[in-house]
Nanobody, 115 residues
Framework: QAQLVESGGGLVQAGGSLRLSCAASGNIFSFNAMGWYRQAPGKQREFIARITRDGTTNYADSVKGRFTISRDNAKNTVYLQMNSLKPEDTAVYYC?????????WGQGTQVAVSS
């Protein structure tokens, strides 16, 4: 099963930007879709963004217009560009690789946004 490794998290001030990366050990096209989720303390994991095999993207309303998901096929890497960050974006961000037969998850990367 392909492994997913996230990187790029950190501490940033409100209004700032971060770019998260998710590197897959195998071909990302082995997944039907790649996505990003996040989990804040005391809350359930929530969907943030998705990019399907054909390049269609979807976003949660809370991040639409601020976050952008993209991929580099040659590097088997998916990115999440996060702009205009808000304190409520603070969470652990997880990469997800979806297949109808089951999903793969990364270990998560912490994002903290200070006010």
């Amino acid at each position: 099963q392909a492994q997913l490794v996230e990187s790029g998290g950190g501490l940033v001030q409100a209004g700032g930007s971060l770019r998260l990366s998710c590197a897959a050990s195998g071909n990302i096209f082995s997944f039907n879709a790649m996505g990003w989720y996040r989990q804040a303390p005391g809350k359930q994991r929530e969907f943030i963004a998705r990019i399907t095999r054909d390049g269609t993207t979807n976003y949660a309303d809370s991040v639409k217009g601020r976050f952008t998901i993209s991929r580099d096929n040659a590097k088997n890497t998916v990115y999440l560009q996060m702009n205009s960050l808000k304190p409520e974006d603070t969470a652990v961000y997880y990469c997800n690789g979806f297949r109808f037969s089951g999903s793969s998850w990364g270990q998560g990367t912490q994002v903290a946004v200070s006010s």
